[in-house]
């Protein structure tokens, strides 16, 4: 019965010359030549000056590629005004009377709402607020900007008012009362209406609001209103449209938007900046030298920045950085257009940050993934990414970076690489 038990132990000492041979000494490689390399293969580090070119970018997202569009007030000292803009401009002029088989002219309209779905998780309300809803259509050339909508949030223009608690929103979707008449005006002028939202509070409030998304949103905001006061008839539901400037990609996207009245991020000169309100992006191109790309193995690869606080209105929040990876052919000089062309770094397997926009210091981003997608890539492509935030055009909160014109050199954005040297293996 011990007979087994005797020869696997006779097996297991045979072994045990061979495996120590290629365990033990399998740094030098002499042991086993024909499995292991022939010379020592440490890791090496190198930092390098890889980025050769940076710039903050602004002017995107586009309008109607975020998914929300922002309502928020803080009073001062950090002052913050986000107002968003509702487009309706295909208003119905009739309806049809039940049992009836002509279109009836809209003459008085009852029960009108702007009903909105917003973002309760990201929600900041506490005790009451004050929504003032104003008619911010003009014939201003270019009616889509801060400067020709921000006058319009008067007196005179003014639609709706709605008092409400933080405690009353229970759902994700908010019911704002319109005037009647200010709606009737419109419908039975066949004119446009373009509502713009402003929110007043004793303390910092946010909203964020679903967007259309360019039309595609399910969640978008509409309106809802009785063409008569019979309760009979059930309420015509207006989704939003935009006429102008014309252009179609242009057009879908200004259905709403979000324009800043006060507290937008300022320039910080040569910093590269994330986020905040007009939103902006970072864009980094690498020159890496080929010997590392081509001819080693990348062990690790990791983006050193350095932050510099900034003061803002949402200072305190955290910005969710996301690493995009430029795939735009170097032909493609427009940085704009080249941001535009890029990969989602998760699929890189590039993980996001998440940084106050209130601290500083040391930050790193791995890109071993990224640097070793380089060798694999079509040498026509650019090496560069793209630093932006997840929630661009709806946050007011920016990240600060110093860059390349930096003073001192560790404050440069700079490349950390492990490597080991490309070594032939000693097969037949």
Known sequence: MRRPSILLRLLALALLPLAAACTENIESGAACPQLCPTENV???DTTLDAVVFDSTLVGLPLPGEPAYVLLASRPRPDTLEARPIFRFDSLPSSYFPVGGTDSVKIAAVDSSFLVVHIDTLSKRLSG???????????VAAVDSSAAALNTLFRPDRQIASYTFVADSLKTDSLRIPLSDSALAAKTSGSARLRIGLRITSGTGTRLRIVSSQGGTSSLAAHLAFDPTADTTYAPIVVNQASATPGERNITAGLRDFTIVAAGA??????????????????????SVPTRLVDSSTIVRAVLQLTQRPVASAESADTVTIDADVVVADQSISDLLRSSELSAAGATFGVDSVRLSPADSGARTISLVNVVRAWHTLNASTQRAIVLRSRLEGSQAGGVRFYSIEAPLLAQRPRLRVSYIPRTEFALP
């Open 42 to 44: 440490p890791v090496r």
């Open 265 to 286: 991020l300022p320039s910080f000169g040569p910093d590269l900046v994330v986020g905040g309100l007009p939103s902006r992006r970072t864009f980094l191109r690498f």
């Open 128 to 138: 009451s607020a004050t929504i003032t809803a104003y008619d911010v259509d003009t």
